[in-house]
């Protein structure tokens, strides 16, 4: 009993780091309706300043405090970078192009890091006391009480800044209405600067303090976003006390179970406990606090023009097809070993992408879990094959239709759960399952994988084993990519034509107005249903060929950072068309594009990581719909040439009413 | 008038409360076959709840009858496929389809099963029906247009065609002509009068009696949730309690309501002199 009391109480380290972050996530919300996907990534950076001023990275070494000064100048910094690059000018856009936005700011922060420090886990400079307390007879260390004392310090005084500060009614009063808060001169692009810049400093301070105890690490910490969301939503976006308590209950909890992964009783793995416990207790939080608190985030009386980039018809789909289809053949057979590998992966990258297509691009539900349900499909091909013996085509058959099963599942549990929200569960779901499902040695691959072995039809082998390899005769084989290159196309054409279709066409109803959807008979509910069905096919699809790709399949392929990269490639390539998904798919990591740049200019794929974050950025600056979007437009233009006279002339005749009756009076 | 024809739309007690706001109180309200009914009455009587109200977009007590099924229980994507369409006060056009794309979605009667094959089946080509609402309309120009490149007036009337385009039993219509000028009304009172004419019966909804008065067939007036008058435009318009609610400029208008659109039509052929 008094370990668990012990266990508790050391939880409220994390507990505080989460309750920061999420106090960031409620002043950014509060202050400019964007939820700040980069906040846990501000703490980050700064616990990287931080170290690096303390231990001489730079070339000198500081003082704890004035480490500690420089460092919140930096987060500051940051915030202020955010603020002026992103979200001031992306204030009018839809609340999922800014929720893409500082998902370009998480990337691009993370890639930074890698590049600047590399992926070993750095141990932070401790700055608090190392000092323990004694506590009903436990031997508890002080920073952990210092930690928390200082969370739910800031967070009251933050409550106490927006009741009776002059600001903080500004910001209340511009939440509740920006265009009368603007019409009696408060400046919601000022109150949105100082709400960015406090909630950098809360979760860079936090960050900092926090990273002695949970280590600097540039994959998990960004991802310290995910529980504080979970608090966040129980507080509606609004309430810093409810935010901070829990946050810190959250800690609490991931410790407590952490506890009980140490107890004889505790499900194991292959002899370990049970991997991704917390993150999907994260998750089941998430699921609660939507039940609890509702799904719909507080509505904001927000100046918002909620244009979603175009979905534009396809033209002349078949001759695209055929034209790519001939110059794949040809590279496939005449590329080296490595291009022709970077090749298939593009590819392969272009159908996951397609996925996005139809969830994001034709029905506007940004829905993170895709890529996890690629990897549901790709593992579950793998246990067939080791586990029951069922091969190629009937193995994948199973594994994409499981998918298909599985995400319609989903669907119909996030039904009620729209837009930003969605993106938040998911994103949930997706790290909860690469955690718990995927690094099971069991169910997923473990550490070192799990293995797919080439794919074999009557006899020929299929896979990248096979024996016809292209002119340098290296692995992967030709044949293997003919079979990805024959399934991208298939499906390329398929969800190219959907948007012709009448069911397409429901789709795209659905995404610009629910309501007006149903008032003209559209079934809304089947519709999301049918289309996270169809995407989350497309992504199984992808999956099966992931897994067959490297004859191996492990959980790092379909993490939930991979899923967000994947996302922002989409949105740079342009989420409404299939050409934008092949665009993301020559993009995407370890494709065609990094590739060339690696090999030829030695530019690592961590740039083009951060590249892409920066590219999302202005992406949805410039052209929110992406570059195949951008330059369908630029044909459009060209013609509407034409079709502007014609319409000039109806009109006026419009306005004359009589048009045979003018035309006779001009002469 | 119409007495005796065919009734489409009955309801009988429509009530509706938010929170302690009665918005409509036991509205009785029927549309018989190739009628225009206009319902008006001051901004906040409840025009918009009642339509919101048979089209099933907020609960509602009382009965809702449409060609003599009880709609009362059903969704609204089930009521509009049983034929009763709308329009909102605002326009909600789908931006990114084409005119006749947004008319080719209301066209549509599906099934589940529909919709799965549909997932791979060829595009919709133009049908007639679509083309005859269109030209109702005069919309035949613009077909290929997207509707976010559409002019005020046109989002207006496309949203009436869009509603139209399934070939509804009922259209109501939410103040359609709230942001025209006054020649643009009076084109659109005369585009409904054809719509009615060519066999769809209409709920017409305005706050601004001019434009009912002056092309409907039956008038019913709301006032705080409740029906405060009905009868023929003539009556309607010396009704004293109509009067009252509209008291005011509206007050004016109402002694001489035919003066407007004549008026309009004269200044409409002035100004096409070159
Ligand atoms: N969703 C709602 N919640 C609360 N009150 C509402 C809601 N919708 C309408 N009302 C109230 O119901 C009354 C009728 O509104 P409405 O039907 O929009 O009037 P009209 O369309 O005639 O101008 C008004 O008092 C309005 O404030
Ligand atoms: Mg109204």
Redesign the interface.
Known sequence: MKLVLLFALLGLGTGALIAGIALGVVLTYRGSGIINLATGAVAMVAGYAFWSLKTGFFGFQLGTLPALAITLVVATGVGALMEVGAFRPLRTASPLAKLAASLGILLTAQAAMLLGFGTTVKAAPPILPSSAVAVVGLTVPVDRFILAGAVIVIAVGLAALYRWSRFGLATRAASENEVAAMLVGLSPNQLSMVNTLLASLVAGLMGVLAASLVQLNSTTLPLQIVPALAAALFARFTSFGIACAAGLLIGIAQSLMYYASTQSWFPTDQGNPLPGIQQLLVFLIIIIAMFWRGASLPGRGELVER??P??PLPERLLRSAVIAGVVCVVALIVFPYDFRQALITSLIGAIIVMSFVVITGYVGQISVVQLALSGVAGFTLSHLVTDAGIGFPLGPIIAVAVTTLLGVLVAVSALRVRGVSLAVVTLAAALAMEQFIFVNSTWGGGSGGSPAPSPHLFGVNLGPTASFRGLDGDQPSAVFGFLVLAVTLALGV?VA??R????G??M??V???E??????????R??KL?AFG?SSFVAGVAGTLYAYNFGSISATRFSALTALGLIAFAYIGGITMVSGAVLAGLISTEALFPHAFDKWFGISGNWALLVGGLALIITLRVHPEGIAGANYQRKQRRRAAG?GS??KA??SR?????PT??SE??P | MTGGERRILHTDGVSVSFGGVRALVDVDLDVHESQLVGLIGPNGAGKTTFIDAITGFVRCRGHIELDGHDLSSLPPHARAQLGLARTWQSIELFDDLTVRENLAVASHRQSVWAAVRETVSRPLASTTAMDETLALLGLEPLAEVLAIELSQANRKLVGVARALAAGPRLLCLDEPAAGLDSRERAELGRRLRSVVDAGTPTLLVDHDMGLVLSVCDHVVVLDFGKVIAHGPPSAVRRDSKVITAYLGSAAAELTDPSLESADEESRAGASEEP
């Not at chain 1, 419009?654 to 009589?658: K, P, S, V």
């Open positions: 244009r979603l175009s979905v398929y034509n959907l012709r279709t009448s069911l066409r429901r795209i109803a995404r610009a107005n309501r007006a959807a149903a008032a003209a008979g559209v079934h809304v089947n519709v049918i169809l079709r014609r319409l109806w009109s419009w306005r004359a009413e009589e009756a003018t009076v001009k």
